[in-house]
Structures are given as C-alpha cells and as structure tokens.
C-alpha cells in the first residue's frame, strides 16, 4: 500500500512539473510565432492543463480501468468548478467577462452531448467520433474568432520574453517525456489502491486522480485571482472542461471502448451539470464571483465528496 501510495504522490509531481513546463515551452513559442493570445488562452494553455487529464485517461483505458478513465473527466469538471473557482474566489473576487459566453454555451452544450452518448452505455467507435468532431468544429470556431481578433494584450500565465527559445523547447520535449511517465505512476498506484481498499476505480477516478490532475488549472487560476485577471482564469476553466469531455475522452476512446458505469448517471453527471449552470448568472449579470460564492462552492464541493463516500461506502 506504502508503494502505491508513493507511485501516486510520485506521478502527482511529475504531472504537475511536466505540465507546467509544456505549458511555459508552448505558450511563449506560440506567442512567438504571432499566434494571438486569446487563442492560445483558450487552447494551449487549455489543453496544456488538461494534458495530465489526458494522458491518465489513455493509461486507464489501456489498463481497462473505463471507470478511472471516465471519474478522471467527470470529477476533474466538477473539481475544475467547484473547486478550482471557489478556492481563489476566497482570496480575491473574480470579475467575469461575457467575452467567453460563446465558449461557455458550448461547454453546456458539449456536457448535454457527453450526457446523451452516456445514456447509450458506453464510448465505443462512433461516439468517439462524434466527441472528435465536436471538438474539431469547436476548435474550428476558435481559430475563426482568433482570426477576427486583435492581439490580446492579456498577460497569460507562463508567457516570458526573456526566455531563450532552446530553452524553450527543452521545456516541450521535458513535458512531453514526463507527462506519460507520471499519468503511468500515477494509474497504476491509483489501480493498486482501489483494488486494496475494495473501492472501485470510479470512486478514485473521481476523487484522488480528479483532483490530482486538476492542480495544474487550480495553480494557475489561483495565480489569475492573485493578478484580478478573473477572464484568465474563466477561459482557462471553461476551455479545459471542453478539453476534457470532447478532445480527451474522444482519444481515450481510439484506444478501446469505454464502459459507462451505471452509478456515473445517478449523480456525478448532474452534479457536473449543475456545476457548470451555477456560472451562468455571473456571465449574463456582470457580477463578480465574491467570497460568499466561492464559500457556497467549497461547501458544495464537500458535500459532494461526502455523497460519494456514503454511496461507495
């Protein structure tokens, strides 16, 4: 148990290193090759978060743990909200701009889709495709806007002018050989530890692995918050989650059908849903999410993880 324990902290780490140095390396050489900022917040930086998310739902449906594939994404949503907005809203208030309305309908409507694909009973072939070409129309739409859209004079997290460009790629092939190394530590302990504990690795998925891979999103929202750069923070969010249910999950998919488990549609798909309409009155009323919010957040947080422990208890 000690080592499995260890192999899951070890992969903790690494994720998180690899992750922030894929994320450094890409954004600044993006920002170099004169791509604007607000596409490169919306998808590099994006999938430079989700990248653990990613790599730990591949390993997971190689390993045939479907239910660690799917907790991984489903709990790193609801942590990515719950969690990953009300922490630093106790710190600073978040004012949130409506330039990401667009983007946030389509999170809504990407989770209705992931909820009606659900309802089929697993991820096989063609709702893998279907996921992919969402994500491809999405991604199509950002390019069109980004486009149409001057250069954003947003500060994004990670961007440094003073940064060599070899060190930069360094920094890309460093995140690209440590993201598999720590998603392979950390899937096998979490696995192992399920297995010991007669838990199952949905329960795990959801809770330890979710909240692992989401440090990267909580790490740099929480430095937007610091910066009252509230639509940083929002786009980063908002652009992971689509990450997480159309591009991520679709991939997983390539690699073998992923079984839904039943229980996933009983509670942890609604309280993702639920999570991502409490942004909704914060967009359309221009009303920063203060700390009683961010409060109510981490309360609802908890209260989730306790209907998990006495579900899988």
């Given at each position: 148990?000690?080592?499995?324990?260890?192999?899951?902290?070890?992969?903790?780490?690494?994720?998180?290193?690899?992750?922030?140095?894929?994320?450094?390396?890409a954004?600044?050489?993006?920002?170099?090759?004169?791509?604007?900022?607000?596409?490169?917040?919306?998808?590099?930086?994006?999938?430079?978060?989700?990248?653990?998310?990613?790599?730990?739902?591949?390993?997971?449906?190689?390993?045939?743990?479907?239910?660690?594939?799917?907790?991984?994404?489903?709990?790193?949503?609801?942590?990515?909200?719950?969690?990953?907005?009300?922490?630093?809203?106790?710190?600073?208030?978040?004012?949130?701009?409506r330039?990401?309305?667009?983007?946030?309908?389509?999170?809504?409507?990407?989770?209705?889709?992931?909820?009606?694909?659900?309802?089929?009973?697993?991820?096989?072939?063609?709702?893998t495709?279907?996921?992919?070409?969402?994500f491809?129309?999405?991604?199509?739409?950002?390019?069109?806007?980004?486009?149409?859209?001057?250069?954003?004079?947003?500060?994004?997290?990670?961007?440094?002018?003073?940064?060599?460009?070899?060190?930069?790629?360094?920094?890309l092939?460093?995140?690209?050989?440590?993201?598999?190394?720590?998603?392979?530590?950390?899937?096998?302990?979490?696995?192992?530890?399920?297995?010991?504990?007669?838990?199952?690795?949905?329960?795990?998925?959801?809770?330890?692995?979710?909240?692992?891979?989401?440090?990267?999103?909580?790490a740099?929202?929480?430095?937007?918050?610091?910066?009252?750069?509230?639509?940083?923070?929002?786009?980063?969010?908002?652009?992971?989650?689509?990450?997480?249910?159309?591009?991520?999950?679709?991939?997983?998919?390539?690699?073998?059908?992923?079984?839904?488990?039943?229980?996933?549609?009983?509670?942890?798909?609604?309280?993702?849903?639920?999570?991502a309409?409490?942004?909704?009155?914060?967009?359309?009323?221009?009303?920063p999410?203060?700390?009683?919010?961010?409060?109510?957040?981490?309360?609802?947080?908890?209260g989730?993880?306790?209907?998990?422990?006495?579900?899988g208890?």
């Open positions: 148990m000690l080592i499995d324990v260890a192999q899951v902290a070890g992969g903790l780490v690494v994720l998180l290193l690899a992750g922030d140095l894929l994320v450094r390396g954004v600044n050489l993006a920002l170099r090759l004169g791509i604007p900022a607000l596409m490169v917040g919306m998808t590099v930086v994006a999938f430079g978060t989700s990248a653990p998310e990613l790599l730990v739902s591949v390993k997971a449906v190689i390993r045939d743990a479907d239910g660690l594939a799917l907790g991984n994404v489903v709990g790193s949503n609801i942590a990515n909200i719950l969690l990953v907005i009300g922490l630093p809203a106790l710190i600073a208030p978040m004012l949130i701009g330039e990401y309305l667009r983007d946030y309908l389509m999170m809504l409507a990407a989770t209705g889709l992931f909820g009606a694909l659900a309802l089929t009973g697993a991820i096989g072939l063609w709702q495709l279907v996921l992919l070409g969402a491809t129309l999405f991604m199509g739409d950002s390019i069109l806007r980004a486009r149409k859209a001057r250069q954003d004079s947003i500060a994004l997290e990670g961007a440094d002018d003073s940064i060599a460009t070899p060190k930069l790629a360094l920094f092939v460093l995140g690209v050989i440590g993201l598999p190394l720590g998603a392979s530590l950390l899937v096998a302990g979490a696995v192992d530890i399920a297995a010991a504990l007669g838990v199952s690795d949905v329960m795990i998925g959801l809770t330890i692995v979710a909240v692992g891979t989401s440090l990267p999103e909580l740099t929202t929480f430095m937007a918050a610091i910066r009252r750069e509230g639509g940083v923070a929002l786009g980063n969010i908002i652009g992971s989650n689509l990450f997480n249910l159309l591009f991520i999950l679709g991939i997983a998919g390539l690699f073998g059908q992923i079984d839904m488990p039943p229980q996933m549609m009983v509670l942890d798909f609604w309280v993702m849903l639920a999570a309409l409490v942004l909704a009155p914060f967009l359309w009323t221009l009303r999410v203060g700390r009683v919010t961010g409060g109510a957040l981490l309360l609802a947080y908890a989730y993880i306790w209907a998990l422990i006495v579900i208890g």
